[in-house]
């Protein structure tokens, strides 16, 4: 007898999942059905951000090869279509390369705000940090030492690709503001710096001696900071790639 009523319970259970099977059977179908749907949504993603950055490459590249000829009217319609693209490299490199060809055309105003649109549009700091940089560059002297302070702030951190020369900007700010102590002892340390490059370490210890022998007007002008037309360089790897002929 007892087997019988085992036989019977054993068959129950088995109705019972039977029965909770079918009632979950579209919730699992359709969690898995997201979760392909999910999958195939990324891989989608991947695929046109690939394809972004793929055309927004062989854009900059015409880009840069109508700038290189010397037609400025040309090449900030082609650097535009580059921002419009859209990949984040590309189009900061793009907005910088504007910015550089507003300086060409006298209007620093315009390039400002070029060079900082250009360190909003990567999270790289390799090429953000040099639009930055730039923008720097253009307010050193006109704009009031802390807004000069506020920029090069971020910049100057451990880590931070050109901190040395961030460091060297806010020391020149700082002697054109009369802080030449301030400024003597950023360049001190800059001078003795191991991420400084041979240059600029040249550059900050003649500064010193400049400061100390009571030239601060010689200080400033030993100070030549980077040109700021230069277009930026993007890091290995990302370097554009020429487009297939």
């Not at 900050?204 to 030549?224: F, N, T, Y």
Request: charged share 25%.
């Amino acid at each position: 007898m007892s087997d019988i009523f085992e036989e019977a319970e054993e068959g129950l259970r088995n109705e019972d999942l039977k029965a909770i099977a079918k009632k979950s059977a579209p919730w699992v179908g359709g969690i898995l059905g997201g979760a392909l749907i999910l999958a195939l949504g990324f891989w989608g993603y991947t695929s046109w951000q690939d394809a972004k950055v793929h055309k927004a490459s062989e854009l900059y590249v015409a880009a840069a090869e109508v700038a290189g000829k010397g037609d400025l009217t040309k090449a900030k319609a082609e650097f535009q279509k580059v921002v419009e693209a859209g990949a984040p490299a590309y189009k900061a490199m793009a907005l910088s390369n504007l910015g550089a060809i507003a300086i060409e055309e006298n209007k620093p105003d315009e390039a400002l705000k070029l060079f900082d649109e250009a360190a909003k549009a990567s999270s790289a700091p390799l090429i953000s940090d040099v639009a930055a940089l730039k923008a720097v560059y253009l307010i050193m002297d006109k704009a009031p030492y802390a807004d000069v302070e506020k920029r090069l702030t971020p910049l100057i951190k451990d880590g931070r690709p050109f901190a040395p020369l961030a460091k060297e900007a806010l020391a020149m700010a700082k002697i054109q503001k009369g802080d030449l102590q301030g400024a003597r002892g950023d360049l001190q340390a800059l001078g003795l710096s191991l991420d400084a490059s041979d240059g600029l370490k040249q550059r900050a210890q003649m500064a010193v001696a400049l400061i100390d022998s009571g030239g601060a007007k010689a200080a400033v002008e030993s100070l030549k900071l980077p040109e700021v037309k230069a277009a930026p360089q993007l890091p290995a790897g990302l370097q554009p790639q020429m487009p297939a002929q």
